[in-house]
C-alpha cells in the first residue's frame, strides 16, 4: 500500500501518482487531502512547488469518479436508501428524494429544497401523502430569493405543481394555480416569508396563510379528486425553501383543527411509491460538470488540466471527462465538448462567464467550486463573478451532499481573500504552510542573477535547464520586458 492509499486515495489514482515519482504526499497534500475527501471546505497556502494543485485536483477527481461509477451501476449514496435516507418508507414527513426534478436538490434531512437552475421550474413531492379524512397543515419558508410555488399535489399530477388538474399551488408573485390557470391570490411572497399550506378533506377546501394571516378559500378540490392521496409539493426556479412538518414547533400554528401532517393518523397516511430510482442516479445533462476550477491565468489553467490528465490514466471505465475552458481558444469546439458531456471544467474567468451567461455550461450539478490563487483572481477584479457563480451553485448537491469549497491562496493572511472565504465557506479548515520549510526534495530551485542588457548567458541556460514553461512564448530579450 503507497503512503498515498493510506489517506483512502484509490489504488489506481495512486499507481498514476507513483508513476509521477510522487513517492510521499507533501505537506499540503497530507493535510488537504483527507480533509477534502472528507467533506470539508478548505483555504490553503503553500510555496510554489509545494503540491498544491495534486492537494485538489486528486480528492477531487476520486469523488467525481466514484460519483459517476455508482450512477453507471444505479447505486445510491447512503442518504438516499428507502428507509435510511430523505425518500422511502422512513418514518418521518420529508421531501422525497426519489420524486424531483433534476436540478432539485434536497439536504439529507429532507426539509431544505433547493434549485439553482435560473431558467427551468423544477418540482418535488413529499414521502408521504394523505387521504380519506382529516384537517392537515405544513409550512414552508422561503430561506433564498427566486420564484417559488408550494401546495398540495396528487401523485397523478407532474412536478410542475399547478399546470395541471391534479395539483394545487400558490406563487410568490401572488397567484394561485390549478389546471394551467393562474388568478390572483393574497399577495406576493418573498424571503424569510413563512407560507402554511392548509388542507381540508373533511369540507374539499385548499387554502395558504402568509406569515399567520388567513388568506381564504382558493379552492374547491373536484369530486374527482376527494378520494385522491395528497402530498405536501413545490416547484422553484432559481429559489430555495425550508419546510415543517409538524416535528418541530410551527411558526405560525394552525387553528381550527388543522394538525401538523406528522401529526397526522396512521390509517390516513401512505407512502410514496415512488421509491425505487433516485433522480441523483439518473443521468445528468452533458454540459452540467461536477466541478468547476477557475484559474486567474490559461497557463495556470492549462497546468491544473494537464495535472488531471496525469492522475486519472488508469481511471479508464467509467472515464472522467475534463475540459480546458479558457479565451484564445475556439469557443465552438469547446462547446461542442460540453454537448458530448464534461465532468470536470478548468477555466478562467472571462471564458467561463461567457459560456454560463449563455447557457452553454450549468451550474446545477456542481459539487466543488475550486478558485486557485484567489488572491489573483480578486485582485483581477473578479470579486463579482465569484459572488455570482457561487449564488447560482447549488449549496446541497442533488444526492444530498453539501457544495465543497476549495481556496488556494498565496497568503491567507489577504484581507480580500479572508472576507470573501468568510462570506462564502462553510467552515473551512485553515491549512497555511506559507513560508514554511514544505517543499518537497524532488523540486529543485535554480537562481540566475543576471542583468539582461549585459549578460546574455540565461539564453543558453534556457536551452538544458528544464522549466514549467509557463512563459515559454513570452518574447523575451534584452529591449523586451516579460510579463513576469
Known amino acids: 500500500m503507497t503512503a498515498f492509499e493510506e489517506m483512502a486515495v484509490m489504488p489506481e489514482i495512486a499507481q498514476a501518482v507513483e508513476e509521477m515519482d510522487w513517492s510521499l504526499p507533501t505537506d499540503v497534500q497530507a493535510e488537504a487531502i483527507p480533509m477534502i475527501l472528507g467533506g470539508g471546505d478548505v483555504l490553503m497556502a503553500a510555496e510554489t512547488g509545494s503540491g498544491k494543485t495534486g492537494a485538489f485536483c486528486l480528492p477531487i477527481l476520486q469523488i467525481v469518479y466514484e460519483s459517476i461509477r455508482d450512477q453507471m451501476e444505479g447505486k445510491g449514496g447512503k442518504s438516499t436508501r428507502p428507509g435510511k435516507g430523505q425518500g422511502g418508507t422512513s418514518a418521518k414527513w420529508k421531501m422525497n428524494v426519489f420524486d424531483r426534478g433534476d436540478a432539485m436538490a434536497i439536504d439529507p434531512e429532507g426539509h431544505l429544497c433547493q434549485s439553482r437552475d435560473p431558467q427551468n421550474w423544477h418540482g418535488t413531492r413529499s ?12 409550512e414552508a419558508t422561503v430561506t433564498d430569493e427566486g420564484l417559488c410555488r408550494v401546495g398540495w399535489s396528487t401523485d397523478k399530477a407532474s412536478l410542475d405543481l399547478g399546470t395541471d388538474k391534479a395539483g394545487f399551488g400558490y406563487g410568490g ?17 418573498g424571503m424569510n416569508d413563512t407560507i402554511g399550506c392548509f388542507l381540508d378533506l373533511q369540507k374539499g377546501e385548499i387554502k395558504w396563510s402568509k406569515n399567520g394571516v388567513d388568506l381564504g378559500k382558493a379552492y374547491d378540490i373536484p369530486g374527482h379528486l376527494r378520494a385522491e392521496k395528497f402530498f ?131 451550474l446545477h450539478q456542481i459539487r466543488f467550486f475550486v478558485l486557485d490563487e484567489a488572491d489573483g483572481l480578486l485582485s483581477q477584479g473578479y470579486g463579482d463573478l465569484i459572488n455570482r457563480l ?8 442533488n444526492d444530498g451532499k453539501r457544495l465543497q469549497m476549495i481556496v488556494c491562496s498565496a497568503t491567507l493572511h489577504s484581507f480580500d481573500v479572508k472576507k470573501m472565504a468568510e462570506k462564502l465557506m462553510y467552515f473551512p479548515t485553515w491549512i497555511d504552510l506559507k513560508g514554511q520549510d514544505s517543499v518537497p526534495e524532488t523540486v529543485h530551485h535554480c537562481v540566475c542573477i543576471v ?11 534556457r536551452t538544458h535547464i528544464e522549466t514549467d514553461g509557463v512563459h515559454q512564448g513570452d518574447k523575451t530579450g534584452p529591449n523586451n520586458s516579460s510579463p513576469g
Request: proline content about 7%.
Open 127 to 138: 414521502n408521504k401523502s394523505v387521504s380519506g379524512d382529516g384537517k392537515y397543515y405544513y
Open 173 to 189: 408573485t401572488g397567484k394561485k394555480s390549478f389546471g394551467k390557470q393562474f388568478d390572483s391570490y393574497g399577495e406576493s411572497y
Open 232 to 362: 405536501a409539493a413545490l416547484v422553484l426556479k432559481n429559489a430555495e425553501m425550508d419546510f415543517n412538518f409538524g416535528d418541530t414547533s410551527f411558526k405560525y400554528p394552525p387553528k381550527g383543527g388543522f394538525v401538523g401532517l406528522s401529526q397526522a393518523p396512521k390509517n390516513c397516511v401512505q407512502d410514496s411509491k415512488i421509491v425505487g430510482q433516485s433522480v441523483a442516479n439518473a443521468k445528468p445533462a452533458p454540459n452540467a460538470p461536477q466541478a468547476i476550477i477557475i484559474e486567474p491565468s490559461r497557463e495556470l489553467a492549462e497546468q491544473t488540466l494537464n495535472q488531471l490528465e496525469k492522475f486519472k490514466v488508469h481511471l479508464a471505465s467509467p472515464p472522467v471527462r475534463s475540459l480546458l475552458v479558457i479565451g484564445g481558444a475556439n469557443v465552438k469546439d469547446q462547446v461542442d465538448a460540453l454537448e458530448r458531456g464534461v465532468d470536470v471544467v478548468v477555466g478562467t474567468p472571462g471564458r467561463l462567464e461567457d459560456l454560463i451567461s449563455t447557457g452553454k455550461l450549468l
Open 390 to 397: 457561487h449564488q447560482q451553485i447549488p449549496k446541497v448537491t
Open 451 to 461: 542583468d539582461p542588457t549585459k549578460d546574455t548567458c540565461w539564453k543558453t541556460l
